[in-house]
């Protein structure tokens, strides 16, 4: 029989792809095949039955009528009987309004309200009415701290606006830090309009509408207090409205300070506060925080009665003869303590020191095999064993590593500013009075007379500050130019002065131990092993003691007097906050902070000392800034440029998110400038900021892909000591360093790509940076928003002799002074 020629594919055929999912099959087909068997998927799954129309119609009712008593339970929680009443701050928003006027309105707009006054000047009105009481505090208008610590812990801001004037610098200072810091329930109310004509008066309205509308968005009511009735409609207004959640408020405990007592002989005792708990539920074996004061923990709670109930009637018995008795007192084996750091051992982790002969055994091994070499500090035996020997001649390298190896973060980040030549001013001006010598009897006194003001000047001003500044803004126009630029020196090896660096195949994927080479501070330090997983179980926890509503006493013990003193003094008001567990530990906190136009006028240096206002603390730093990025490494930021958005990572007490940040910059006068807002990104030591350093070189001879490269290195140990390290260039080449070539620094390099002679030769070099600890929990308060003169007359501190300012433009350098 004859074989038939059959045609037999090749290797080379086109073979296409198959159906993934049912491979032109049918369900029935498809099912046919299974034979009854089920995916292992589909048997883990719960089975999910469809409900019914009327089931579905009962689940939405169920639900609405659980959203429901949410809410009705949530707007009773205030101002009723057995509830705290409705804390209102009045806040004026020009220094010519009287809040006092405003108090005086409503508290006059019911006869049958009662009205009583705590020690501290809180009013109360207590309205049979509405059912309802309110307490209304009025923080000193020159204060800005004071009025931060009272919109921490009020219910509602009633912001008083000005009718007959534009909305001033403090205005615009008081709404950024309001709204950056948390902004309660809002009650908008217009003044000063009854010395306007009925048009002004409609066109005021209409122009305070509008800049309503820009900040707050929604429905907005303006209200007058012209006649009673407007008043007891702002009263409804601040009963009936929704209530803002603010997180750092709501879940923990907090007091406004009703009446403050201190009892001690000594430098501390006892501060005794009075006041309505407010929040969660407070517990005397838990700490208490004070903002501007610190930490501290109570010995006991007291319940005394309500002085200011509802039904509080004329002639009624005053706030001191109410009965007190003892609640609760803190348990010493149940009570936090107040240590915030851990105990530094610096024997943990070493090994057990080897015997005599243990040593003589090892000195027997080793020698005649035993060779010395310079290797960077905390380099291990097995990276020490990659790197080259060197010459004869490092000798002389070894001599310089003594007396120039050692330094300054400043020399890091600012070598370009050591080669710059300081101009001197007063040697020109001197030349200048030189050649006036020259003139005749009489000219030489006309110019005398003229010039008596520039000698002056010549004494007034400080050149040296005026030099300090000229190099800080020449190191910001470098860093703007040329991010992470620095001059390879001279006179030291680059592989000396470089030594703490390395190199990275990717910032982004290339491993980097985070545990490796901590410093010590990192070992007095806490850290969650599960951050989310605490927070949550934390909040979920049942809290006991003295309930919300009730009016108590705190004994807040080893309390300093200078405090009191000083609290005393400023007649501000005290906010007293409750501590969740390990709120008072301290930890790496980073916070995302966003540049403030009006505060933000020039850049800031990393490590510069701040003032941060952090949910309900304030304290001072002095962070590492880095880059918002994602990922495990994120670039170190040398200077915080206006208009951008970083990262800042110092050691602080750890506090759990969300809370707000305020960033304020300390002038050498005491003024503060809002600089920055934002939130807290995490409390994690695990986040590693990396800070960059480039080296640049110039191609000169260059050869299609190979080239030679000269004034990156100035040696050839530093060469071969770089040598592994991956070669880039500014036009988006990448290559690597062949061999050097002579002994002054020139090297082979080969790139990936032709090569063009304007182009630029750069190596990455990485290091980790660490904050330092410098946390501040005491921070002075600033100068008052305004001066109010004899004469009538508000002064609100602008200075145009300001040097920090002189470049300004006149309206911008109003808002940065106002604080002065």
């Known amino acids: 029989m004859a074989l038939s020629n059959v045609h037999r594919p090749s290797a080379l055929k086109q073979q296409n792809k198959k159906h993934n999912v049912l491979g032109h099959r049918t369900k029935g087909a498809l099912a046919k095949a299974s034979k009854g068997r089920v995916s292992v998927k589909v048997l883990s799954k719960k089975p999910s039955r469809k409900l019914s129309k009327e089931e579905r119609r009962n689940q939405n009712k169920q639900l609405r009528k659980f959203k429901r008593e949410q809410t009705v339970a949530r707007k009773r929680s205030l101002g009723t009987s057995n509830n705290p009443p409705f804390l209102v701050t009045l806040l004026p928003l020009s220094p010519n309004i009287n809040p006092r006027t405003v108090l005086t309105a409503l508290t006059t707009c ?100 509008k800049e309503i509308e820009i900040r707050f968005p929604g429905p907005v009511r303006i209200h007058s207090l012209e006649r009673d009735q407007d008043a007891m409609l702002v009263l409804r207004q601040i009963g009936a409205q929704k209530q803002r959640p603010i997180f750092f408020r709501d879940n923990r405990v907090h007091i406004m300070a009703e009446k403050v007592e201190f009892v001690g002989e000594g430098s501390s005792g006892i501060l005794k506060v009075h006041g309505y708990v407010r929040g969660t539920p407070l517990s005397a074996n838990s700490l208490v925080h004070i903002p501007g004061w610190g930490d501290y923990q109570m010995s006991r709670i007291d319940l005394t009665g309500d002085p200011h109930p509802l039904e509080l009637g004329k002639g009624t018995k005053a706030v001191d003869e109410c009965e007190t008795h003892i609640f609760e007192e803190a348990d ?21 020191w080897p015997t005599e002969e243990e040593l003589k055994e090892a000195e027997n091994q080793m020698k005649g095999s035993t060779r010395k070499k310079l290797v960077p500090k905390g380099t291990s035996a097995y990276q020490a064993a990659w790197i080259l020997d060197e010459d004869d001649d490092g000798d002389n390298d070894e001599d310089k590593i003594g007396d120039e190896g050692s330094c300054t973060e400043d020399e890091e980040e600012n070598t370009k500013e050591d080669y710059m030549v300081p101009v001197d001013v007063a040697s020109q001006d001197g030349n200048e009075y030189d050649n006036d010598d020259d003139d005749d009897d009489e000219e030489f006194e006309t110019m005398t007379m003229t010039d008596a003001g520039d000698c002056n000047y010549d004494e007034k001003v400080d050149y040296k500050a005026e030099q300090d500044a000229f190099e800080k803004m020449q190191a910001v126009k470098d860093d703007m130019n040329f991010p992470d630029e620095i001059d390879t020196p001279m006179d030291t090896p680059a592989r000396v002065r470089f030594q703490k660096f390395r190199g990275l195949q990717s910032f982004r994927t290339s491993t980097w131990d985070y545990n490796e080479n901590l410093p010590v501070d990192y070992s007095r330090i806490f850290q969650f092993r599960n951050f989310t997983h605490t927070k949550k179980r934390i909040l979920k926890e049942e809290k006991e003691g003295a309930l919300p509503g009730w009016y108590v006493v705190v004994h807040i013990k080893d309390v300093p007097r200078h405090l009191y003193d000083s609290q005393v003094t400023i007649q501000s008001p005290l906010v007293v906050f409750g501590l969740l567990p390990h709120e008072q530990k301290m930890s790496v906190v980073n916070l995302v902070i966003k540049s403030h136009a009006s505060g933000h006028y020039r850049a800031i240096k990393a490590k510069e000392r701040l003032i941060f206002h952090l949910g309900f603390r304030r304290f001072a730093n002095q962070p590492v800034f880095s880059e918002h990025t994602t990922g495990n490494k994120h670039k170190f930021a040398r200077f915080f440029h206006p208009g951008t958005t970083v990262v800042a990572t110092m050691f602080a007490p750890i506090t759990f998110p969300p809370l707000s940040v305020l960033v304020f910059r300390e002038r050498p006068d005491g003024a503060q400038d809002l600089v920055a807002t934002g939130s807290l990104l995490s409390v994690d030591p695990k986040r590693m900021v990396i800070k960059r350093v480039v080296l640049s070189g110039h191609p000169f001879k260059v050869n299609r892909k190979t080239a030679v490269v000269r004034f990156m290195f100035f040696n050839r140990e530093d060469v071969l000591w770089f040598k592994p390290v991956e070669l880039r260039t500014k036009w988006g080449r990448r290559g690597h360093i062949k061999e050097p070539l002579g002994t002054h620094g020139h090297m082979k390099c080969h790139f990936d790509g032709k090569l063009k002679s304007q182009d630029t030769v750069l190596l990455n070099l990485y290091k980790r940076m660490f904050p330092k600890w410098t946390f501040d929990p005491y921070v002075p308060r600033p100068p008052p928003l305004y001066t109010f003169h004899s004469s009538g007359n508000v002064d609100d501190q602008s200075s145009d002799e300001d040097s920090n300012v002189d470049s300004l433009p006149k309206k911008r350098a109003k808002i940065v002074n106002f604080l002065s």
């Open 110 to 209: 019911d006869p049958t309200a009662t009205v009583s006054v705590s020690p501290q000047g809180i009013t109360h009105i207590s309205f049979p009415r509405f059912k309802q009481r309110y307490s209304f505090i009025v923080p000193p208008v020159n204060d800005l701290y004071a009025i931060l610590d009272s919109l921490k812990v009020s219910d509602t801001v009633m912001l008083i606006w000005p009718g007959d004037e534009e909305l001033g610098d403090a205005g615009e200072l008081l709404l950024s830090c309001i709204l950056a810091q948390g902004l309660p329930s809002v009650v908008h109310v217009l003044s000063s309009l009854e010395e306007l004509s009925q048009k002004k008066r409609q066109r005021a309205k209409q122009n305070i509408l």
């Open 332 to 352: 010493p084996d149940l009570q936090e303590s107040l240590v915030s750091t851990n105990e530094v051992d610096p024997m943990e982790g070493e090994q057990t």
